[in-house]
């Protein structure tokens, strides 16, 4: 699947993981970038801001992007063989509905710092890979697995069939994150900006859970939501010695 990958750091990232790329293309960008492209024996093309900003589709491109064959789409299957490889309990991030780009790849990005070993997305009605995404992960998306369903429900049955605990995010839930144990197999499922979890979706959770706030704002974007999920689940893994010593 050929893309764009644009911004500095998304570009640094790709570069450096040695992933599939074509051409680099900047417009007076870092020279830093442009010598590493050079070791890689990739081309380096020049052209003007106006013109990378029409092929990047955004004005935030930094002068630099590359073009790039993009990560295959994965399943639910390869994620939990993943972690059972790494000899850890799956620990995977389920969308439904979530629809911001900006979002997803703010997601991505505490996901790969925390550990989580993918993210599954909806073929339909959601967010998909895309330039923005890769940008707003800073590359984290070049390194946590996507898969891609159809029927979101089937999906949580088989991860539940598989061993999983999965739990909701949801604002109005009664109990903390804090209280849900993460310690084995876990899938974390979030919900649309505007609409939170979809009912068939809720009632396919085997437990919800919400961020306990003490403001007056009611609720977290759902990549902060998200952040705190991700590392309370890193920090009980951590005491219990269920993660891979690095």
């Given at each position: 699947?050929?893309?764009?990958?644009?911004g500095?750091?998304?570009?640094?990232?790709?570069?450096?993981a040695?992933?599939p790329?074509r051409?680099?293309?900047?417009?007076?960008?870092?020279?830093?970038?442009v010598?590493?492209?050079?070791?890689?024996?990739?081309?380096?093309?020049?052209?003007?801001?106006?013109?990378?900003?029409?092929?990047?589709?955004?004005?935030?491109?930094q002068?630099?992007?590359?073009e790039?064959?993009?990560?295959?789409?994965?399943s639910?299957?390869?994620i939990?063989?993943?972690?059972?490889?790494?000899g850890?309990?799956p620990?995977?991030?389920?969308?439904?509905?979530?629809?911001?780009?900006r979002n997803?790849?703010?997601?991505l990005?505490?996901?790969?710092a925390?550990?989580?070993?993918?993210?599954?997305?909806?073929?339909?009605?959601?967010?998909?890979?895309?330039?923005?995404?890769?940008?707003?992960?800073?590359?984290?998306?070049?390194h946590?697995?996507?898969?891609?369903?159809?029927?979101?429900?089937?999906?949580?049955?088989y991860?539940?069939?598989?061993?999983?605990?999965?739990?909701?995010?949801?604002e109005?839930?009664?109990?903390?994150?804090?209280?849900?144990?993460?310690?084995?197999?876990?899938?974390?499922?979030?919900?649309?900006?505007?609409?939170?979890?979809?009912?068939?979706?809720?009632?396919?959770?085997?437990?919800?859970?919400?961020?306990?706030?003490r403001?007056?704002i009611n609720?977290?974007?759902?990549?902060?939501?998200?952040?705190?999920?991700?590392?309370?689940?890193?920090r009980?893994?951590?005491?219990?010695?269920s993660?891979?010593?690095e």
């Amino acid at each position: 699947m050929k893309g764009v990958v644009y911004g500095k750091n998304a570009v640094r990232e790709w570069l450096e993981a040695r992933l599939p790329a074509r051409t680099l293309l900047t417009a007076d960008a870092s020279e830093s970038l442009v010598n590493l492209a050079k070791k890689l024996a990739l081309p380096v093309q020049s052209m003007s801001r106006g013109r990378l900003t029409a092929l990047t589709g955004s004005a935030a491109h930094q002068n630099i992007a590359l073009e790039v064959d993009l990560p295959e789409y994965r399943s639910p299957q390869n994620i939990l063989h993943s972690a059972q490889k790494l000899g850890e309990p799956p620990l995977v991030v389920i969308f439904d509905g979530v629809q911001d780009p900006r979002n997803f790849g703010a997601v991505l990005r505490s996901a790969d710092a925390a550990g989580v070993h993918g993210v599954v997305i909806p073929k339909q009605g959601g967010v998909s890979l895309t330039p923005a995404v890769f940008k707003t992960s800073a590359g984290a998306a070049a390194h946590v697995p996507v898969a891609r369903v159809t029927n979101l429900t089937r999906c949580l049955e088989y991860l539940k069939e598989e061993g999983l605990w999965v739990v909701g995010a949801c604002e109005d839930a009664p109990r903390s994150y804090a209280e849900m144990d993460f310690r084995g197999p876990a899938a974390i499922v979030l919900g649309s900006e505007g609409e939170g979890l979809r009912r068939l979706v809720r009632e396919h959770c085997d437990f919800l859970a919400s961020v306990p706030m003490r403001g007056r704002i009611n609720s977290l974007n759902v990549s902060v939501a998200a952040a705190l999920f991700f590392f309370e689940a890193r920090r009980q893994r951590e005491e219990t010695g269920s993660l891979q010593k690095e």
